[in-house]
Each structure stands twice: as structure tokens, then as C-alpha cells.
């Protein structure tokens, strides 16, 4: 099994900036990529950046493109996502994702392991 954590999260005002962190720990043999998706209250979850791990390649939702950073350690099995001028539509709870297949690293399909979400809320 594969356990993730995430950190960083908070209360913040918009145009802050947070840092979310991410660790995998448990039998991570091989990771293809990481990831984060958010999910706001009674909507969706939905993709908001990836990394494969080797290589680095990373995929950006549109919303959050030019503000958001996805990085990774990879022999600290951790992603970062470095989020630049909060708006108050960041408020959601973000999800850090990791899977050990090839797979659709844009989508929540592509991922077989998930941690328990850490809380941004952004006020205006």
C-alpha cells in the first residue's frame, strides 16, 4: 500500500501565496506521476496539476496557468504546488494523487492512490 500526506493548507487573503506539499510513503517502488486535483463544496473534482517523475513533464489546468507550480523530489517522494495570487475561486480542498501505471495523468482515472485533502480557503 501507498499512503499520502498532504500539508500547507490554510486561511489565507487573496493574492497570498501557499506552498502545499505532498509525501508518499508505504511501498513506492516506481512512481509514474504525481498530482493535484481540488474539489469545492458541491462541485467536482477536478484536475489542477501533474508531474512525471521522470523526466518532469508537467501539466497545468488552464485556470490555474501562470500562477501555479508543480514540482517534485523524487528521492523524497514529494510534490510541491506553489500557488501564486490566490483568488478566492482557489477555495477548495486539494487532493494530492499518485499513480505507478502508465496511464492519463490529466484525469482522476489515471490515479490509484489518493491522500485525504488539506483545506485552502482564500478571502477576499
Known amino acids: 500500500q501507498v499512503q499520502l500526506k498532504e500539508s500547507g493548507g490554510g486561511l489565507v487573503q487573496a493574492g497570498a501565496s501557499v506552498r502545499l506539499s505532498c509525501t508518499a510513503s508505504g511501498r513506492t517502488f516506481s512512481t509514474y506521476a504525481m498530482a493535484w486535483f481540488r474539489q469545492a463544496p458541491g462541485k467536482e473534482r477536478e484536475f489542477v496539476a501533474a508531474?512525471?517523475?521522470?523526466?518532469?513533464?508537467?501539466y497545468y489546468a488552464d485556470s490555474v496557468k501562470g500562477r501555479f507550480t508543480i514540482s517534485r523530489d523524487n528521492a523524497k517522494n514529494t510534490v510541491y504546488l506553489q500557488m501564486n495570487s490566490l483568488k478566492p475561486e482557489d477555495t477548495a480542498v486539494y487532493y494530492c494523487?499518485?499513480?505507478?501505471?502508465?496511464?492519463?495523468?490529466?484525469?482522476?482515472?489515471?490515479?490509484?492512490?489518493w491522500g485525504q485533502g488539506t483545506q485552502v480557503t482564500v478571502s477576499s
Open positions: 494523487a499518485a499513480t505507478y501505471s502508465y496511464k492519463v495523468v490529466t484525469v482522476m482515472a489515471g490515479y490509484d492512490y
Open positions: 508531474i512525471r517523475w521522470i523526466g518532469g513533464s508537467t
